[in-house]
């Protein structure tokens, strides 16, 4: 069974890039079984999905985050990993990374979940 | 794009159904046959319950039902039980190759 966790930073400044780290075990992600891919969640909010990607195939982001939003691999380390550019509050959120059907279609396994708060 | 729409609560006494609605538009829950389900306690990831409308993983409950007509997906929960008490997201597959999200339904066991 698939396990991810997340790390990184859990506050960050306006302004600045958010990275967070996602390693995967049980699993490689070079797999042709899942899609990787990072959703996040406001205190108190609902979900809200921002990239995904397929190993070797193009990158899906929400058009919403698009201009801000990095995705990168690394296979050696089955880690994958989200940058998000020139923060604000609004982007404090619980960030969780996943993994997705192969088909883009439903998110199959979770993260525990990382609080990345944007603060002065 | 705008989530999809779930009602924002809905409540019920153990033993009971209870019918989650989730309603999109043809570029996502109407067009295609890939809606899900997750359930989520507070402070805890969401879990999936239910896929391709009506597919359930294994280990869940056959108390979970997902079903669709037209834009709406719905997710019924028979014989209704306190540790049902938990937020319920739908999503759906969109004609962008992205996932959307409804706004989450906070089930109240009476």
């Known amino acids: 069974q698939l396990q991810l966790q997340e790390s990184g930073p859990g506050l960050v400044k306006p302004s600045e890039t958010l990275s967070l780290t996602c390693t995967v075990s049980g699993g490689s992600i070079s797999t042709s079984d899942y899609y990787w891919g990072w959703i996040r969640q406001p205190p108190g909010k609902g979900l809200e999905w921002i990239v995904s990607?397929?190993?070797?195939?193009?990158?899906y982001y929400n058009p919403s985050l698009k201009s801000r939003v990095t995705m990168s691999a690394d296979t050696s380390r089955d880690q994958f990993s989200l940058k998000l550019r020139s923060v604000t509050a609004s982007d404090t959120a619980v960030y969780y990374c996943?993994?997705?059907?192969?088909?883009?279609?439903?998110?199959?396994?979770w993260g525990q979940g990382t609080l990345v708060t944007v603060s002065s | 794009q705008s989530a999809l729409t779930q009602p924002a609560s809905v409540s019920g006494s153990p033993g009971q159904s209870i019918t989650i609605s989730c309603t999109g538009t043809?570029?996502?829950?109407?067009?295609?046959?890939?809606v899900s389900w997750h359930q989520q306690y507070p402070g805890k990831a969401p879990k999936l319950l239910i896929y391709d409308v009506s597919n359930r993983p294994s280990g869940v409950s056959n108390r979970f039902f997902g079903s669709k007509s037209g834009n709406t997906a719905s997710l019924t929960i028979s014989g209704l039980q306190a540790e049902d008490e938990a937020d319920y997201y739908c999503?759906?597959?969109?004609?962008?190759?992205?996932?959307?999200f409804g706004g989450g339904t906070k089930l109240t066991v009476l």
């Open positions: 990607f397929y190993f070797s195939e193009k990158t």
């Open positions: 996943a993994a997705l059907s192969r088909w883009l279609t439903y998110i199959d396994f």
């Open positions: 043809s570029s996502d829950v109407g067009g295609y046959n890939y």
């Open positions: 999503t759906s597959y969109t004609s962008s190759k992205t996932l959307l």
